[in-house]
């Protein structure tokens, strides 16, 4: 949605530019930051709804930004990274990033993905959806577990509040790419395996014994209805 602002976090100061340059002509307020220690400073100051992060900053590694991001904030994280090689980390590592860029990648692009990132937070359901154990309230963004609130990342909430709305419904992976990560997406299918299993941890779901979200094998995955 036009306004939100976006921080862009590189050491380059000419991809900074560009990337203001192109998320500003498409409505956004942008911020920037040149290192990791500066990227917190202004994610605390402006509260940005997303933050364009790039993994190779010249004093706290893009990680541990993202890590301590994740501490206090369920903001959407695009990674950006110099090394193809990279992506398999990001992926494996679960780290909390949302999505995921390598260089060299088109300004185009970029807006399009912060597009798809805040277009899944106005498109959700507008009921509660309720299982005895599990409560998804698109309207407050909040999911409880057993009483208590489990702590989400904006995608993993979009993520749960998708499977929930269709109970019993399996999902291929490439349609949840489709309609959580949105249409613009060109990276791993395995980023919903990262995302489902740090969506388990946080909901205490055994993977062997499921109670919200169940594994098709071979196909994909479901909001389990109760028994």
Known sequence: MAGERV???DDDAGI??????????AGYAVSEAGDGRSALEVFVDVDPAVVLLDVGLPDIEGLEVLRRIRA??????LMVTARVEEVDRLVGLGMGADDYITKPFSPREVVARVQAFLRRGSHQPAAPAVHSALTVDPRTREVTVDGGPAELSA???DLLAFLVSRPGQVFT??????QVWGGEWYGDER???VHIRSLRLHL???VAHPRFIGTVRGVGYKALKEA
């Open 155 to 157: 995608l993993e909430f």
């Open 7 to 9: 921080v862009v976090v």
């Open 191 to 193: 980023v919903v395996d």
């Open 72 to 77: 206090t904030s369920d903001a959407y994280v």
């Open 173 to 178: 992976r490439t349609q949840i790419l489709q």
């Open 204 to 206: 205490g779901d055994d």
């Open 16 to 25: 900074r530019s560009v990337l203001r340059g192109y998320l500003e002509k």
